[in-house]
């Protein structure tokens, strides 16, 4: 004989009662099931987040709910500005798809992110850079032309 189910949530998001009286007005009513992401206006997954939290630490360290979802809100954050800045350099590129290049110029040319994001993008290249002193020496060897 299978036992009588006294209440919790079923996977469908339905609220059960345990066994009332018939007649009694104890009927289900559907709740919808909101993460933990949506309580906190979030994309990013929270309950992920708090799973990968749990497995990197060492000696079994507790982790607080809270510092997961200030873990999400960081990393969308940042996700979102460096996503603006490469599709703000691909727009004056005038392409319509963000590459790696566009992710380095964009992080390249932002003090903080380029102080923050210390890696190699692979495909990046560098950023276009010519010395002062290189095209002011050519710059006089024209004038000097001129002049004879």
Partial sequence: MAP????GKSKSGVTQTGGGVAGSGATTTPRTIQTRSQKAGLQFPVGRIHRYLKQR????????????????????????????LAGNASKDLRVKRITPRHLQ????????????????????????????????????????????
């Fill in 4 to 7: 009588k189910s006294t209440g």
């Fill in 57 to 84: 630490t060492q000696h079994n360290v507790r982790i607080g709910a809270k510092a997961a979802v200030y873990t999400s809100a960081i990393l969308e954050y940042l996700t979102a500005e460096v996503l603006e």
């Fill in 105 to 148: 110029l964009a992080i390249r040319g932002d003090e903080e992110l380029d102080i923050l994001v210390r890696a190699t993008i692979a495909g990046g290249g560098v950023l276009p850079f010519i010395h002062k002193s290189l095209t002011a020496a050519s710059g006089k060897k024209k004038l000097e032309g001129q002049q004879q």
